[in-house]
Nanobody
Framework: QVQLVESGGGLVQPGESLRLSCAAS????????MGWYRQAPGKPRELVAH???????NYADSVTGRFTISRDSAKNTVYLQMDSLKPEDTAVYYC?????????WGQGTRVTVSS
């Protein structure tokens, strides 16, 4: 069973950056498209970005130009570099396959953007 563990969240001020990591157990990680998702308080979970097994990326309009998704298959890790953070980016961030699989949702990592 694959487990996904997110890390790297925290409290930052608007305009600052964070880098999230998603470490996957299991060698099947490299075969899947992976995504970063987020859920803000009182809102449904939404897709932020995804990356295919060969590195093709796609982003939600709200983060295009500010966030960068990448993957290191040798480390079974997916990253989300978040720059120019805004208060509306405040959410719990999760990684999962793309499209997501219910069994792979982890605890997420909380990102708070506030002055």
């Amino acid at each position: 069973q694959v487990q996904l563990v997110e890390s790297g969240g925290g409290l930052v001020q608007p305009g600052e950056s964070l880098r999230l990591s998603c470490a996957a157990s299991g060698s099947i990680f490299s075969h899947y498209a992976m995504g970063w998702y987020r859920q803000a308080p009182g809102k449904p979970r939404e897709l932020v970005a995804h990356i295919t097994s060969i590195g093709i990326t796609n982003y939600a309009d709200s983060v295009t130009g500010r966030f960068t998704i990448s993957r290191d298959s040798a480390k079974n890790t997916v990253y989300l570099q978040m720059d120019s953070l805004k208060p509306e980016d405040t959410a719990v961030y999760y990684c999962n396959k793309y499209p997501p699989t219910q069994d792979y949702w982890g605890q997420g990592t909380r990102v708070t953007v506030s002055s």
